[in-house]
């Protein structure tokens, strides 16, 4: 076989794909979203992981047959360029730096949770972010074989886990009161709403008070009453579990940037794509019904930023099981973080060398050819969102709305393909952009208000240039 000089060579079958799309989504988010959303829906959690995962399968699609037409570096900044236009591409990149910047900051904490107590965690994580920063400040960067080796313990522990908390409750050590009683999700659902993203609503004077602090804190899904039986709230409650379990399937469209990598891409990305998020899926949504067996959380903070731990405890495991989950956790989120942090700098890259972002971020280190000052930019981010964030919940809920709206505009890109570029149906699309608008939308009004904040920096920081180069 024969290749184009400069070009990459096809290397990658069907299995490497799909081992490298595990490895992609089985990160933090498996080890602390699963908690979050029984805290929000209650029982109700299995379907908010279904309903991500519809979504993340809509968006994955759109991503693939972008990448089929579009192969080149950028992902969905590249795609709305050359699909919607420039404005479109920045805001796709803009949007992509600000979510996976607050991932990063999320898989950071996560491991800090896993690792050490309360009063050390956020000086843990953020030496996370140093070490891992510095690590791909030298070029290294995960490989296809650390990935296999990754999603391997990350994989193992979640199941043995998960069979250890199935024996707790066939031994009866799970509380009296367990996760039968949450039949309609309302109860998680409203205290979740009151603590698990809000914390401080009673504290909120003036015009945020009432039912506007529950807007603000808890999302739509407090307004219309989660906490109190109300239907239309409940649901929103399950809307917004599925956002935040968003943040456990990112990483699916790194399968889709394989096109130049692999044998057959036109037939075996999309087969990867499902496969691994099939696997992710079934993976999850067992995990998710064996929280949901285990109970409500017994704190009144809920399940918190490490459930397995906690739910270890309720069912009388600890000492090994503990050692066992905590190695799974700190495997997996330390690897997606490596990675991570260089995604962030490639596409900063991209961005700086079409002026949309400032120029001096497109250096490239000549000793070690990777964009220094992109990935040096990208972890200071990374370390001041650990220290500022109230909580993981926060990062994550964060990451959300930045990666949606992305991967909304990923679909609509998708929708202006024709011809033999279109590999799905376009209904796929359409439900994708709508599942996107929904989940952002079910977001808490603090998180909603600083992302467009954030948005409409990035978009005037373009118009400022744009009038400057004229």
């Not at 285990?294 to 050692?323: D, I, M, Y």
Request: hydrophobic content about 60%.
């Amino acid at each position: 076989m024969t290749t184009t000089p400069g070009a990459l060579a096809r290397r990658l079958g069907l299995w490497d794909a799909v081992v490298i799309g595990l490895a992609s989504m089985i990160g933090a988010g498996a080890f602390v979203s699963l908690g979050a959303a029984q805290d929000l829906a209650g029982a109700l959690a299995p379907l908010a992981v279904l309903i991500a995962a519809g979504v993340a399968l809509c968006n994955a699609t759109s991503t693939a047959q972008l990448a089929a037409q579009h192969p080149a570096a950028g992902g969905t900044y590249h795609y709305g360029r050359q699909q919607l236009g420039p404005w479109w591409g920045f805001l796709a990149g803009w949007c992509f730096v600000i979510g996976k910047i607050a991932s990063c900051a999320a898989m950071a904490l996560v491991i800090a949770a896993y690792l050490v107590p309360e009063p050390a965690q956020r000086i843990v994580a953020a030496l996370v972010v140093v070490v891992l920063t510095v690590v791909n400040l030298v070029g290294v960067t995960r490989t296809a074989a650390l990935a296999r080796v990754l999603v391997t313990i990350a994989l193992g522990a979640l199941v043995l886990t998960g069979t250890r908390l199935l024996i707790g409750l066939a031994s009866g050590g799970a509380p009296a009161d367990g996760g039968a009683d949450g039949g309609t999700g309302g109860g998680a659902a409203g205290g979740a709403a009151d603590g698990a993203l809000a914390g401080v609503a009673d504290a909120i004077p003036g015009p945020l008070a009432g039912a506007a602090a529950g807007l603000w804190d808890g999302g739509l899904a407090a307004v219309l009453g989660a906490g109190t039986g109300g239907a239309v709230g409940i649901a929103l409650a399950v809307v917004q579990a599925a956002a935040l379990m968003f943040f456990a399937f990112a990483g699916y469209a790194r399968v889709a940037t394989l096109g130049e990598e692999v044998t057959a891409p036109r037939r075996t990305i999309p087969r990867a794509i499902l496969l691994a998020l099939g696997v992710v899926a079934g993976l999850y949504l067992a995990l998710s019904v064996v929280l949901v067996l285990v109970g409500p959380a017994p704190g009144e903070q809920g399940w918190g930023p490490a459930p397995f731990l906690t739910a270890l405890e309720s069912v009388g495991a600890g000492g090994a099981w503990n050692v066992v989950i905590t190695g799974g956790a700190v495997a997996a989120a330390s690897g997606a973080l490596l990675a991570l942090v260089a995604g962030i700098s490639r596409t900063a890259l991209a961005m700086a060398r079409e002026r949309d972002l400032p120029p001096v971020l497109a250096q490239v280190s000549p000793r070690f050819s990777v964009p220094q000052r992109a990935e040096i930019a990208a972890g200071l981010a990374v370390l001041a969102l650990v220290l500022l964030a109230a909580d993981v919940l926060v990062a994550i809920a964060a990451s959300a709305f930045g990666v949606l709206l992305y991967y909304a505009i990923a679909n609509l890109a998708a929708l202006t393909q024709a011809g033999q570029w279109r590999l799905f149906p376009t209904v796929m699309q359409v439900l994708g952009l709508c599942g996107c608008v929904l989940l952002v939308a079910a977001l808490p009004g603090r998180t909603i208000v600083a992302g467009v904040a954030l948005v409409l920096l990035g978009l005037a920081y373009r118009g400022i240039v744009l009038v400057a180069r004229r």
